[in-house]
């Protein structure tokens, strides 16, 4: 057996293409007879539709079609819930997941109210102007914590709350080991909502081969075979009519992976509807409010030492701001959840979050998925305590860290992947 | 309003062109969709990220700020004109290659760009003036160091 | 992002672009780099239905040195400034704020006079033109007028420039002897938008007390703030480090930030009294040390 890879430096295959300009990216993809697709975004983070007129935008030279949510007919409907809410007890999770276009009321800034497809990109966009649209502004929701309380206005009105998800896990007991505590610090700790900004924005191309009754579709996914398979469903064709190409993506990141954007259920239909190749590409300025965010939380958090800085336990509410629909089920926050214990032992946690419906585009997992919430509270306490205790920062870790003999170490609750957590093996 | 349409002759990699474009569009959105050069790659549209970095009479500038019509009777290089004909690499193409310069590629030909220009003026910089050099062009995958190291390597390479 | 529709007309001569500015107002935009008119039209922030492009008109640009003065044509881009040496030699303040506007490529196409006519609170020229005194002359099709630099500017984003003129040329005295120059500026990024900006002018006399003090700051108002009042301080002086910090907490009292998402008006205050300090003290040492 010889070694192709170990202890070899090995050079990528692909740099060939992308070093000379030759790797295809979605916006390279050109068809015969191609139209081209803006959206009529909301200005608005939340208000009631009062009435959307697109027939001047329709007499504009160049202009194909304008769609909004009622021409839809039955194509229309909510996305699916991407990840089902995992098995744990008393768990609150309403689902609420985004529409193609929007319908009786926009709930964030950028949802999509019409989509325009003309005979360039340019003119689409001048017949952007063209349509008139009237919205009844309402309060937007954009604070945690006033969301939850009385008097909000509400994102979802038949969820009678801004409650997306409330989760509660505990293990061993809180109370009774900060009774016994020589030391507790309690601090609140904000973390900041952010978006990924890859250098590439996101992009469609639907062709519809009538005659072939073949859909092939680009687009800049990390998922493209559950797109394609949820795709071909709604669009009464099977899978084998349907091909999904994810081209050279330009950094992808995580937002790329959430399915079913308005765009990718919009595309194909209007491929369809026209029998023509379609394309849309995210602007810089569009993809700030139609791509997915992500961070966003506050934590209350609570941690109970012994003097030696040894964890008694934890406690931790925390407050996760999931945006205006929740098709990734309570992914990100059971991530930030969960990951909190990092690689040391907590015998006791007490951990609770409500995931805060708000009129902010969706946030979906980028990039460590809330992971990184749980280690910058659990981080920052170590820290607060090393310094209140007056132990060396390394020294507090090093006494708190899982030891060897303690594999496969048990933290009991339950994890995105629907068991209980739980570390194979380690030596830290 | 009637389309404004002008007729402009450009030469572009080395090769005379001769179009009508509309006034209004873009010299990003040309070269990529009128002549099919899509290796210069559009990232903001407002001159921030770097990725559309063309060479206009030899000077890197940002195709998305300038109109098709800017560019009559001027001179256009892009990403694939810097290979030679025959494919082999730029030294800058093979340095980035070699230091693992990329991940998914998106702002590299405007990098290149940027830097095969650079080198040509400056054929000794420091790293602190590379990075200078670099600052106009952004990267959400790398962390710049690779793309710094494998500029310092191509201008070792094409001081011999 | 795509701009709205317009007519394009790229002029041949001074004349045909002042007609043309003359004959549409307010309703034509010249473009020259573009460097910034171009994004706002890309956002349709900016939707003039007639672009005269001043590009081909080589008269515009170029840098004239003379006796007293040196004469910038308009359209000279960032570019020539830098690699001007003997403009490097005699306005070392240009050549200092030069690598903190945006980046090498805008540079490339960019130009001192379309910074001007933009006129950006947070730009370092318009600040950098009032400390040097600088005089602007403004062409109309039958008129021409010189607009002082602190006449120059009068709000955030407008000019005195009337609807039919055009910034030709910008005039630079040159500086006197025994004087030193010093530009700093606080970005949260280098070629971001000033937070701060200071450009500082100190001439010296013969027992190296301060004769004259120029000092202008940009960034921390709608318009280039003239502080040399605050300044005057330090007349006859040597400047110690009390009368330095003294000047610092006048300027920091004379101006009015407006804060933005990247600073707040306390923030820039501060730093901008942290950049007047060190800007008088470099300015001061260059001369001492054979700047001027």
């Not at chain 1, 949820?230 to 009519?241: D, F, M, Y």
């Not at chain 2, 790293?127 to 962390?143: D, F, K, M, P, Q």
């Not at chain 3, 910034?36 to 081909?56: E, H, K, Q, V, Y």
């Amino acid at each position: 057996m010889s070694t192709r890879t170990f202890g070899e430096p090995v050079k990528r295959n692909e740099d060939r293409r992308l070093l000379t300009g030759q790797a295809l990216f979605i916006d390279d993809v050109e068809l015969p007879g191609m139209l081209h697709a803006a959206l009529l975004r909301s200005q608005a983070a939340h208000a009631r539709i009062l009435k959307i007129d697109v027939r001047r935008a329709l007499q504009r030279t160049g202009v194909v079609a304008a769609y909004a949510a009622g021409d839809l007919g039955d194509y229309w409907q909510p996305g699916p819930v991407l990840v089902p809410p995992p098995p744990i007890a008393g768990i609150i999770f309403n689902a609420r997941t985004q529409v193609p276009l929007a319908k009786e009321k926009v709930r964030h800034v950028g949802e999509p109210l019409v989509i325009v497809i003309a005979e360039s990109r340019y003119i689409a966009e001048d017949a952007l102007d063209d349509i008139d649209v009237e919205l009844e502004q309402l309060p937007a929701v954009v604070d945690l914590e006033q969301a939850l309380g009385d008097g909000s206005a509400l994102v979802h009105d038949d969820v009678g709350s801004n409650v997306s998800a409330h989760v509660r896990q505990t293990k061993g007991h809180y109370a009774a080991a900060a009774a016994q505590a020589d030391h507790i610090i309690r601090r609140r700790f904000h973390y900041e909502h952010g978006i990924s900004s890859p250098i590439e924005t996101r992009g469609v191309v639907a062709q519809w081969d009538g005659r072939a009754n073949q859909m092939t579709i680009w687009d800049t996914t990390q998922a493209p075979v559950f797109v394609r398979n949820g795709l071909a469903g709604v669009l009464g064709l099977n899978e084998r009519q349907v091909r999904v190409i994810a081209p050279f993506v330009g950094g992808g990141f995580g937002p790329k992976i959430m399915m079913f954007y308005p765009e990718e259920v919009l595309l194909p239909w209007v491929s369809m509807q026209l029998n023509r190749p379609v394309k849309w590409i995210e602007d810089r300025l569009e993809h700030f409010f139609a791509t997915t965010h992500e961070r966003g939380q506050i934590h209350d958090a609570e941690i109970a030492l012994t003097k030696e800085g040894r964890i008694l336990g934890i406690r931790d509410v925390f407050l996760h701001d999931g945006g205006a629909y929740d098709p990734y089920g309570l992914t990100v926050p059971i991530n930030s959840q969960c990951t909190l214990l990092g690689p040391y032992v907590v015998p006791n946690y007490d951990s609770t979050f409500t995931q805060v419906f708000t009129n902010l585009p969706i946030v979906t997992p980028y990039r460590g998925a809330g992971r990184q919430h749980g280690v910058f509270v659990m981080e920052r306490l170590l820290d607060f305590a090393a310094h209140e205790l007056n132990i060396d920062p390394a020294e507090i870790r090093r006494r708190n860290l899982i030891p060897p003999e303690a594999f496969p170490y048990k933290n009991e609750i339950i994890y995105q992947d629907f068991a209980p957590l739980e570390y194979d093996s380690g030596n830290y | 309003m009637d389309r404004d349409d002008h007729d402009i002759t450009l030469v572009v990699n080395g090769s005379s062109t001769l179009r009508r474009v509309e006034s209004r569009m873009l010299l990003s959105d040309f070269l990529r969709h009128e002549l099919g050069l899509a290796g210069t790659h559009v990232g903001c549209e407002h001159g921030v990220c770097g990725a559309c970095t063309i060479l206009f009479d030899g000077e890197p500038v940002r195709a998305c700020l300038m109109l098709a019509v800017q560019a009559n009777q001027h001179e256009i290089s892009t990403i694939e004109g810097l290979a030679s004909k025959d494919g082999e690499y730029h030294p800058l193409q093979q340095a980035m290659h070699d230091h693992h310069g990329l991940q998914c590629g998106y702002c590299t030909p405007g990098i290149l760009m940027t830097m095969s220009a650079y080198l040509r003026e400056n054929p000794s910089p420091t790293e602190a003036e590379v990075r200078e050099a670099l600052s106009g062009n952004l990267c959400r995958c790398t962390g710049y160091q690779n793309i710094v190291d494998a500029v310092m390597a191509a201008a070792n390479r094409m001081r011999v | 992002m795509k701009p709205a529709a317009f007519k394009y007309i790229a002029a041949t001569s001074l004349a045909q672009a002042l007609a043309l500015k003359s004959e549409h107002g307010d309703e034509a935009k010249f473009l020259a780099g573009g460097q910034s008119l171009i994004p706002t039209m890309n956002f349709r922030l900016a939707r003039p239905a007639i672009l005269i492009d001043i590009n081909g008109i080589g008269d515009l640009a170029g840098i004239r040195p003379s006796a007293q003065t040196t004469r910038v044509g308009a359209l000279t881009r960032y570019r020539a400034l830098q690699r001007d040496p003997a403009l490097a030699r005699q306005f070392p303040l240009i050549g200092e704020a030069l690598p903190h506007i945006a980046h090498p490529q805008i540079r490339n196409r960019g130009t001192i006079g379309g910074n001007l006519s933009h006129a950006d609170p947070a730009s370092e020229l318009p600040a950098i033109t009032l400390a040097l005194g600088a005089r602007f002359r403004v062409q109309a099709l039958e008129r021409e007028r010189w607009i002082e630099a602190s006449d120059f500017f009068v709000g955030g984003l407008t000019t005195d420039l009337a609807p039919d003129e055009m910034l030709v040329e910008i005039e630079l005295p040159l500086l006197l002897p025994r004087t030193g120059t010093c530009f700093m500026e606080i970005a949260r990024r280098k070629g971001d938008f000033a937070i701060a900006g200071v450009a500082a002018v100190v001439t010296l006399d013969d027992q190296d007390q301060c004769s004259d003090i120029r000092l202008t700051l940009c960034g921390v108002g709608e318009t280039p703030i003239d502080a040399s009042a605050a300044a005057a301080l330090l007349s006859g002086q040597v400047p110690s480090e009390a009368a330095v910090r003294d000047v610092a907490a006048a300027v920091q009292a004379m101006i009015d930030p407006g804060g933005s998402v990247h600073a707040t008006p306390d923030y820039q205050r501060h730093v901008a009294g942290v950049l007047t300090e060190r800007a008088l003290h470099l300015a001061y040492q260059r001369v001492r040390h054979g700047q001027g």
